[in-house]
C-alpha cells in the first residue's frame, strides 16, 4: 500500500533552517509529481511547493518563494522541503503529498517556529 512517512519537523528559532523528508512507497515514485502542503492551527491547507517527477521543474507558494527549496531523490524514493530564513508565520504542521492515483498524504510533521 501508498506510504508516504515525513519527518525532521522540529522547534526552530525564527531565521534558523529545517530540512524536512518525505519517504516514499508502494508506488512508482519517479513517475509522479510531488508536493509539500502546510495546515496551520485554524487555517485550510495550503500548497507549498510542488516539484515534478523529473525534479526538473519546482513551483512554490509566494510567502516562500526564496526560502524554501524543494527536491526529491528518485533513487530513494524521498522527497526534501529545505527550509531556510524561517518565520513565526511557518509554524504549522507540513504534509507530503503524492500525485499517484486518488492522491494520498503523509501523517504530517510539526514545524514550530519561536524564540
Known amino acids: 500500500q501508498v506510504q508516504l512517512v515525513e519527518s525532521g519537523g522540529d522547534l526552530a528559532q525564527p531565521g534558523g533552517s529545517l530540512r524536512l523528508s518525505c519517504a516514499a512507497s508502494?508506488?512508482?515514485?519517479?513517475?509522479?509529481?510531488m508536493a509539500w502542503y502546510r495546515q496551520a492551527p485554524g487555517k485550510q491547507r495550503e500548497l507549498v511547493a510542488v516539484?515534478?517527477?523529473?525534479?526538473?521543474?519546482?513551483r512554490y507558494t509566494d510567502s516562500v518563494q526564496g526560502r524554501f527549496t524543494i527536491s526529491r531523490d528518485n533513487d530513494k524514493n524521498t522527497v526534501y522541503l529545505q527550509m531556510d530564513s524561517l518565520k513565526p508565520e511557518d509554524t504549522a504542521v507540513y504534509y507530503c503529498?503524492?500525485?499517484?492515483?486518488?492522491?494520498?498524504w503523509g501523517q504530517g510533521t510539526q514545524v514550530t517556529v519561536s524564540s
Open positions: 503529498y503524492t500525485e499517484y492515483g486518488v492522491g494520498y
Open positions: 516539484v515534478d517527477r523529473l525534479n526538473g521543474s519546482a
Open positions: 508502494g508506488f512508482s515514485f519517479s513517475w509522479y509529481g
